[in-house]
Antibody, heavy 123, light 108 residues
């Protein structure tokens, strides 16, 4: 059974940094691209960032480009999101997601989601 | 970026009703479209991928159709556990991901 467990969320002041982690299990982690998706309270889903199996391909939403860095450690089965220069509009639940297909691109549908970790950016 | 527009935003229906949600893309995305269901306080769950392929374990009352720019999610007979918010998402390779704004299916 696929399991994705996020951690690292919390309350942080604007301008500060936070690193989210996602521990993956139940599948061959280094076979699949992984992504982060967020959801502001009461709002819809927003794709944040993605990374391919060997970290050769990474991509970011315009709203976080230059501030967030996605990475992975295939030896430990972990996905990370380093969030810098945080803004109040980054307040959201952040989900770690696995793509549903193997392939050369990172852009596939998401077949497994973690439970989410809440990040609140406020002074 | 490709924009997705869902309609309606809210849908009121009764148990046993047949309901449909539409998702329109701002440009041709072939059939690179997925549908998700989200219940309050929970993570989204994949229902349909490749516009019409049912994810394993999802009840057969859910179906997807369409290609190009117009897509539909249909629930053939609404069950109590189906009251939730539904999102479409494109995964057209040359463009970044976008989600629709969501359709809330509520009890009439």
């Amino acid at each position: 059974e696929v399991r994705l467990v996020e951690s690292g969320g919390g309350l942080v002041q604007p301008g500060r940094s936070l690193r989210l982690s996602c521990e993956a299990s139940g599948f061959i982690f280094d076979d699949y691209a992984m992504h982060w998706v967020r959801q502001a309270p009461g709002k819809g889903l927003e794709w944040v960032s993605g990374i391919n199996w060997n970290s050769d391909i990474v991509d970011y939403a315009d709203s976080v480009k230059g501030r967030f860095i996605v990475s992975r450690d295939n030896a430990k089965n972990f996905l990370y999101l380093q969030m810098n220069s945080l803004r109040p509009e980054d307040t959201a639940s952040y989900y770690c997601v696995k793509v549903g297909e193997l392939g050369a691109t990172i852009y596939y549908y998401f077949d497994s989601w973690g439970q989410g970790t809440l990040v609140t950016v406020s002074s | 970026d490709i924009q997705l527009s869902q309609s309606p935003s809210t849908l009121s229906a009764s148990v046993g009703d047949r309901v449909s949600v539409t998702c329109r893309a701002s440009q041709n995305i072939n059939n690179w479209l997925a549908w998700y269901q989200q219940k309050p306080g929970k993570a989204p769950k994949l229902l349909i991928y490749l516009a019409s392929s049912l994810e394993r374990g999802v009840p057969s009352r859910f179906s997807g159709s369409g290609s190009g720019t117009e897509f539909t999610l249909t629930i053939s007979s609404l069950q109590p556990e189906d009251f939730a918010t539904y999102y479409c998402q494109h995964y057209y390779s040359s463009s970044r991901y976008t989600f629709g704004q969501g359709t809330k299916v509520e009890i009439k």
